[in-house]
């Protein structure tokens, strides 16, 4: 299969909106293709991988170098455009005069294990040069894909679940399956492809692979309406979630992004490896302040999440924990489908043991997810509302009687989580978005009364439908009072609920405070510009809290 | 440099016009003196006392405003004066009938433009170059990411994207004049070979289009109460007015697409709501608007309709031609 064929899946994709149609279209591309291209398109579709070859900066300052064109006219097309791949394929268009065009019959293969990864091999000049040929020799159509891969920003609108159907239907082995198959690295080769598509299901080639997770659904009122004694509660903890994996003496961490992250958390590997029976555990990855037994902030589990081998001050400046929420495997026999009551059962049976051992201790970095015991709905909400204090999002609410299933199934958990806190702030700035909303102000910032000055607090892209994003945008137009580059400076005149999960104080910015996931709520029409909220309104939250 | 009330043509009220012969260009509201372009709904207004245009545009206009109305023609490149000043018309290669204007005074030369583009298009005049003293030119499609392709492949796009899907029901939204034509004349040159439909305003402008002599392909007049079924693998064209509301909920098992340059671009495509996007146009796109600016040799340009900005940079860092701004 030629690239061509890939970017025609590409664009069908692309236009098709039913999933059911995207299903057998893929099917068919499987089907008509070679096993190792089916294999890089599964790799890209499923986004395992977004390397990236060069920026987006880069590429348009090769494509000005290349055809002599103003760095400035490039700037104002990628504001319509909003994604610098296609706008160097949109200017390419007719630039190439090479009637022969060597590479339209290039492998995706051919094209991802050595065209590409080959660029890197070479010094700058020689790079430029072989980007421009392949550019020059590479059909039109084929262009964009090209562009992509190279920045790293191939995306379209395939999930892996959409994969795992098709794959499902193709070979008409259950989708769970093939969901397990497809967990973890994927790595493009023939093999990998074979053993996807294997009708025969082997347990033993999937032994270090984590199950597929199960998530938990918003709450639903009519759980109010049953018994609070047929559920588990535990508290939502804003971590990584993790399924921390023991197979033949060997230890995996996979998050449920499916990435294997045992370089980043060493010192869990090691202090696991001393439990003797082999396991699966679902639970979450935190920083935790061992002192008060309370989670840290997010935050500082960033710094360690991208960071592979970890330095021991590392280690001991941001201490983690591993919180187990659930048992699914215990020495090779998969217990998914025994009840949640009972797995809890298994769980502390195991792992209590090896908590405050005077050998071998590994309480200073695992736990048992402890359990809440709310007396009722109205103790529940209690338990929910004190959830800030702990640091942790709010109530997992879990049925007892439950299986693990996969996904997002319904039914089965909840996550009950504490209410927003809002302020309501006046719309100062709005800056043209990128990706879908090219060509729109998306982007805003927002600020709070201070005496009589308007003072920057948060900035927010999500929360408006699409038509209020059109109409907002038609406003942003007519009311600009001054341009900055791309950002416009706007009359103060428009109020928005602003919501958020965290308050603190922060020394970067000018407002003094940080706010974490400001999203917009509600457009308040109906309030003037002096009804909006002052700074001493947010130190006020910040207190009530702290 | 002639101050903005020197020039002989210029903006009053967000419209062009040539005070010296009292008369407008493509008025939006109520004037004495209309020169009308083309037949778009954007380019002309109801309750002028007189319109001046082609004879293929006064037919278009009538179908639009109705007989009762005072317009008198003039063929392409015929000459006529008003107040001195020698107007005439000149092929654009929009849509049927419609032109660039020229103004000639005292050895000066002025051309609006008009809405054009230079594609080949079987059912209109192909573009003219007219050269001039000074150019006001249309910029719908300013930005050098608009590059259109060949008619024809497009044309085979569609077909392909009706052919790939024989259980349902192909709605393409396109503007009613013009851009139906054209589509319909591609279209039935291509792999698809089934019945085509259109919508009441697109069927009347394609018997305008036949009556003028163009050669249409017949389509069916589609009616609210057609059979499932038989709309089952067909086409149907629509004016994209109808894409948002109720209308849609005639039919059942349906793929959309809308037909417009803007659909270059992904992020315009995605947020349109079709599922998929042509990009075709009747405007010129950049590589056409700067081979006008050129060929016409004009010394002094103007820029209206669309986001001019980038377009005079370029034409003032690159190829040293002075633009001007009208103001409004």
Redesign the interface.
Known sequence: MSLKRFSELFSDLDSINSTNNKIEVLKRYFLSNEPIDNSWAIYLLTGKSNKRFISGRYLKNLFSQIYEYPQWLIDTCYLKVGDSAEVITLLLKKKSTTRKKKLSNISLNELLSKTIPNLSKLNEEEKNLQIKNIWETLPEDNHLIFNKILTGTFRVGVSIGLITKSISKLINIDEEIISHRLMGNFEPSIDSYEFLINKNINLQELNSKPFPFLLANTIEDKIFKNSINDFQFEWKYDGIRMQLIKRSGNVSLWTRGQELVNESFPELVEKMSYIKDDFVLDGELLVWNFKEQIALDFSLLQKRINRKSPTRSIQIKYPIIFIAYDLLEINGKDIRDIKLENRRIELEKYFSKWQNKTENNISDIFKICDLIYPKDWPDALTYKEKSRENNTEGLIIKKKTSIYASGRKKGIWWKYKVDPMQLDAVLIYAKGGSGKRAGLYTDYSFALWKDKELIKFASAYSGLTNIEIKELDKWIRKNTIGKYGPVRSLKPEMVFEISFEKIQISKRHKSGIAVRFPRITKWRKDKKIYDADSLDNAYELMRKIS | MRTKQEYLIRYKDGNLYCELADIWIDPSKPVKNALITHAHFDHFTFGCEEYITTRETEILLKERIGDNIKIKTFEYGEEFKINGIKISFHPSGHILGSSQIRFIFAEEKWLISGDFKLQKDKTCKQYEIVKTDYLISECTFG?????WDETNKIANDISKWINNSPEKTSLLFCYSLGKAQRLLNEISQTNFKGKIYSHGSIYKMNNCYKELGINIKDTIKIENKKMIDELRGSLILLPPSLSKGSYLKNFKNIQTAFASGWM????????SGY???FAISDHADW?GILEVVKKSEAKNVFFHHGDS??LS??LI??ESINVLFFGK
């Open positions: 930005l050098p990411i608009f590059k270059s671009i992904r992020a315009l495509r995605k947020r599922d998929k996007g590589d900005e980038a940079k370029y860092e690159k």
